[in-house]
């Protein structure tokens, strides 16, 4: 049972265009959610992150949305370079999971020069 | 600045050895973590440790053995391991919250 999902196991996207990375969850007591960024041969690094009281946080060029009647959260990266190319996971904690982090399957994301 | 340091990078066996996977961390954090990570799976938690002498299950602790030594090391071990464990094995840390420190990974085949 995959509580948090990310369909779009891949995205290809032109340098300086907007990067959209879509995730999903199905557990209500989830409150606070994560986006890691992972490059080949090393672990992951986190991203930005949001609580649930919030439906948006901004750190430079990403910005993370959160639709909790929706149970969906978007990552979005303006504009896009190169060096973003990655897998990136969402990930979600809250409720029972408290310490714990469960996380989506990962989207490759390539961006094109 | 080492950071969450994972021992060895990359491990062949043949089905029914064991072996350890070896971690440690230096910045002093309370909690580690053992995920392994598969294509279409994501990183699943195989164990945990909220503190110093304590280690709890995680999603997918079958096979799998753990040991908190100290708050710098904690241990995965794998008794039998089996085709199913092939895997990326990945270790952090954290002290408070989610902002998990990851280990570069260990790459484990077993054949």
């Known amino acids: 049972d995959q509580q948090v999902k990310q369909n779009s196991p891949s995205l290809s996207v032109q340098e300086g265009r907007i990067s959209i990375l879509n995730c999903d969850y199905t557990?209500?007591?989830?409150?606070?959610f994560l986006w890691y960024k992972k490059y080949p041969a090393e672990g992951p690094t986190f991203l930005i992150s949001?609580?649930?009281?919030?439906d948006k946080n901004e750190d430079g060029r990403f910005t993370v949305f959160l639709n909790k009647s929706a149970k969906h959260l978007s990552l979005h990266i303006v504009p896009s370079q190169p060096g973003d190319s990655a897998v990136y996971f969402c990930?979600?904690?809250?409720?029972?999971?408290?310490?714990?982090?469960?996380f989506g399957q990962g989207t490759i994301l390539t961006v094109h020069p | 600045n080492a950071g969450v340091t994972q021992t060895p990078k990359f491990q062949v066996l043949k089905t029914g050895q064991s072996m350890t996977l070896q971690c440690a961390q230096d910045?002093?954090?309370?909690?580690m973590y053992w995920y392994r990570q598969d294509p279409g799976m994501g990183l699943r938690l195989i164990y945990y440790?909220?503190?110093?002498?304590?280690?709890d299950k995680g999603e997918v602790p079958n096979g799998y053995n753990v040991s908190r030594l100290n708050k710098r090391e904690f241990s995965l071990r794998l008794e039998s391991a089996a085709p199913s464990q092939t895997s990326v094995y990945f270790c952090?840390?954290?002290?408070?919250?989610?902002?998990?420190?990851f280990g570069s990974g260990t790459r484990l085949t077993v054949v």
């Open positions: 557990n209500s007591m989830f409150d606070y």
């Open positions: 952090a840390s954290s002290e408070r919250g989610y902002g998990y420190t």
């Open positions: 440790s909220a503190s110093e002498g304590t280690t």
């Open positions: 990930a979600a904690a809250g409720g029972t999971s408290y310490g714990k982090l469960t």
């Open positions: 910045m002093n954090h309370n909690s």
């Open positions: 949001i609580s649930s009281i919030k």
